[in-house]
């Protein structure tokens, strides 16, 4: 598995070098093609304009081909520029005009001024040589629109008015010619040639003029600037010049000279307008010297020249309104075909316009539709939430409520004695301070033992049930003699604790002493029968002394006991009661509790009874 993954990597680098190495030398022949092309057109625009040669056709077309696959948009326009000259000497207006009007497209789409003002020149002379002076005049127009963009010194305004002179000059407007041209001969920078041609213009408007002395003059000017130079073309235009100059200023014999000097230099050229010219200023000429039979040959020549010319222009005009209607044609067939294709691409924008419409419509319902389901979703979660918190805040305050319900039943429960309903012992020590007076100046509570008389003899009589019944019973009796604020504690057994707080001594006795009678006189029935009850109380007050701190509550009660324990003795069904300490505090407690009856004889402890024998007992 390795070694195949290594032979692929292998492979893979192989290929990618192959890749590299393979395209690199292609890139850099590429740009070298792309940097000589310029050069190479300067070669051919050289040969092009000093021999006219139409074989060099072949080689322009193979360089506007590879300027066209390198992209070099400038010069392949100059390319189809050189070809459409050529094609344009050699009769083919239609080819020319299709050239022309093609590198007028990319000239507009390079936009540059100069390259621009080029190309409308070029067709300018086009339109020139077909006699379409008004085309002429457009394209002139457009000219001196991008005129301005170009820099003031640029050589190339005096080419446009040279050939704004040339248009003037087909327009029959000598004056504005002549005028152009003295502008033109005033700038600077331009070439040898422009310069020529602009005094060549001037020669040929002043001879129209009939000033055939200034264009002498002209005519040597231009002779001493062109010597040397093997401009076919301009040689042969300043000989017919010089000859038409001849004939206008009479030198017959000079005119004929140069005239059939400039007609040889014809021969075997495509300069037939030139031909023509110079075959008519010999028939002038030789009219003029009264020789008609040469005269008439030279005419007749004229004639066939000037025919030859006309037919050649009539059928370039043809062809060139041909090739126009043919380039119109395209266009058009063109323009509708991009428009077919606009629209087409529209309804392609809409078509996806609307899909995509489509398709985010529905992105945005499906969207809305999770949003509203989450929502809802949310919304029932959250009411369900709220729904259980709420249940379970019910139940928790429910729960709370058994609860506390519970817990007092509890508590009540804990505090109750089962039997008879009365508070137990629990309750007396978590409550008593509850029980205790708070001013104890002025306030007491009273602390009375109850204890049911002979009450084994009820359980053995009648049984325990039936005792029971008795304990039930007395705790009713009890409960229905006491006030409000008063409670009731089961000690133990058949003994019960009763405090009355914040009451008098005398009350207290007032109330004990019925509590007495209810029970003594209560019916206290069980299985029908009725058992006869009575009790006995012991009570004390609490504090026993206003300003000595002798007893604590417990204490009080063991005193109590002590005098539960002299009504008992004393005969049963009575209350004793020690209301009032009249001691030191010298006295312990223990010592009041035990020493009781001494210090009741003693007159230190005042106690009271309903029962005058049981206080002669304890006194005596
Ligand atoms: N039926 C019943 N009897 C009880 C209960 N608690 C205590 N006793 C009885 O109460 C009796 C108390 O007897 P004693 O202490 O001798 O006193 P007494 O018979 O009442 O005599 P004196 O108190 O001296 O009048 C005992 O026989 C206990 O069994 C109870 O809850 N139910």
Aim: glycine letters at 2%.
């Amino acid at each position: 598995m390795i070694k195949l993954t290594t032979r692929f990597f292998a492979l893979f680098v192989i290929f990618t070098c192959f890749e590299v190495i393979s395209k690199t030398p292609t890139a850099k022949v590429q740009t070298k093609s792309f940097a000589e092309l310029p050069a190479k057109l300067e070669v051919y625009k050289k040969a092009v304009f000093s021999t006219y040669d139409l074989k060099l056709l072949p080689n322009l077309k193979a360089l506007e081909q590879e300027a066209k696959a390198l992209d070099n948009k400038k010069v392949q326009a100059e390319a189809m520029l050189l070809i459409a000259l050529l094609q344009r000497l050699y009769g083919d207006y239609r080819e020319s005009l299709i050239l022309k009007q093609g590198a007028l497209d990319i000239a507009i789409e390079l936009a540059e001024p100069a390259f621009l003002i080029n190309v409308y020149l070029s067709i300018i002379r086009l339109e020139l040589s077909l006699e379409r002076n008004k085309q002429a005049a457009e394209k002139m127009q457009s000219i001196d629109i991008l005129i301005n963009q170009l820099p003031k010194n640029s050589h190339l305004i005096s080419r446009v008015y040279l050939w704004k002179a040339r248009l003037f000059f087909a327009q029959e407007s000598y004056l504005q010619a002549s005028y152009i041209i003295d502008e033109a001969l005033k700038k600077e920078n331009m070439s040898k040639k422009v310069y020529i041609d602009l005094l060549i213009e001037k020669v040929k408007v002043k001879l129209k003029l009939g000033k055939f002395g200034i264009a002498q003059e002209l005519l040597n000017q231009i002779n001493q600037v062109n010597q040397g130079s093997q401009i076919q073309h301009t040689q042969l235009v300043i000989k017919v010049l010089q000859a038409e100059a001849y004939l206008q200023a009479g030198m017959f014999a000079k005119a004929i000279l140069m005239a059939q000097d400039g007609l040889q230099s014809t021969f075997h050229t495509r300069f037939l307008e030139e031909q023509a010219q110079l075959q008519y200023t010999l028939a002038s000429s030789f009219a003029q010297i009264q020789d008609y039979q040469w005269a008439h040959l030279y005419l007749k020549r004229y004639a066939f020249t000037q025919k030859a010319l006309d037919l050649q222009k009539r059928n370039n005009k043809l062809l060139q309104l041909e090739a126009r209607f043919d380039f119109d044609q395209q266009r058009q067939q063109l323009s509708l075909l991009e428009k077919d294709n606009a629209l087409k691409e529209q309804k392609i924008t809409q078509q996806m316009q609307a899909i995509e419409n489509t398709a985010l419509l529905q992105q945005r319902v499906i969207l809305i539709v999770v949003l509203l389901f989450t929502l809802l979703f949310f919304m029932y979660w959250r009411w369900q939430n709220k729904r259980t918190l709420k249940m379970l805040e019910q139940q928790v305050a429910q729960r709370t409520q058994e609860l506390a319900i519970r817990n007092k039943q509890l508590q009540a429960l804990s505090y109750t004695d089962s039997l008879t309903g009365a508070y137990n012992r629990h309750f007396l020590f978590t409550h008593i301070d509850e029980y205790l007076p708070t001013e104890i100046l002025t306030e007491s509570t009273i602390m009375c033992l109850i204890d049911i008389d002979f009450f084994k003899r009820v359980n053995d009589t009648y049984g325990h049930s039936a005792g029971d019944t008795v304990l039930k019973s007395f705790v009713t009796v009890l409960k229905q003699t006491i006030r409000q604020n008063d409670v009731i504690i089961r000690w133990g057994g058949e003994e019960f604790l009763l405090l009355m707080p914040n009451i008098s001594r005398d009350s207290a006795a007032e109330i004990l002493e019925r509590i007495r009678v209810n029970i003594e006189t209560y019916e206290f029935i069980d299985n029908d029968i009725n058992i006869p009850i009575t009790a006995s109380f012991g009570f004390t007050s609490y504090p026993l002394h206003r300003s000595v701190a002798l007893l604590d509550w417990e204490q009080t009660i063991e005193l109590a006991d002590v005098c539960l324990y002299m009504s008992k003795n004393g005969g049963r069904n009575a209350w004793v009661g020690v209301t009032e300490a009249n001691i030191e505090n010298t006295l312990s407690a223990e010592e009041i509790v035990n020493g009781t009856k001494q210090l009741i004889e003693q007159g230190k402890l005042k106690v009271i009874s309903n029962r005058e024998d049981i206080l002669s007992t304890v006194i005596n």
